[in-house]
């Protein structure tokens, strides 16, 4: 059954960093194309980065371009997303996600419970 868990969202200052990660069980990051997505109060979850292919190329949307990197660790079955230079505007529940190859779009698994990430200015 997969199983994502997020972690390591939190409260900052604009400016500011932070690391989310995402363990998974029920299937191997290194064989899947893992992304994060995020969710705003109020709008449509939003994709922010992710693999082309399982650790392969990464995409990001505009908007966090340069400032947000995805990351995996296959020994720890765990995907990252570190955050720089976070806005007021990034903040919004993270999920990590599967997705179909080459693309932004999730696979139908249960999503986690995401973890919040609130940037004041």
């Known amino acids: 059954q997969v199983q994502l868990v997020e972690s390591g969202g939190g409260s900052v200052q604009a400016g500011g960093s932070l690391r989310l990660s995402c363990v998974a069980s029920?299937?191997?990051?290194?064989?899947?194309?893992m992304g994060w997505f995020r969710q705003a109060s109020g709008q449509e979850r939003e994709g922010v980065a992710r693999?082309?292919?399982?650790?392969?190329?990464?995409y990001y949307a505009d908007s966090v371009k340069g400032r947000f990197t995805i990351s995996q660790d296959n020994a720890k079955n765990t995907v990252y997303l570190q955050m720089n230079s976070l806005k007021p505007e990034d903040t919004a529940m993270y999920y990590c996600?599967?997705?179909?190859?080459?693309?932004?779009?999730?696979?139908?698994?249960?999503w986690g419970q995401g973890t919040q990430v609130t940037v004041s200015s």
């Open positions: 029920g299937f191997s990051v290194s064989a899947d194309s």
């Open positions: 996600a599967r997705v179909y190859l080459m693309t932004w779009k999730p696979k139908p698994d249960r």
């Open positions: 693999f082309g292919r399982p650790g392969g190329t990464t």
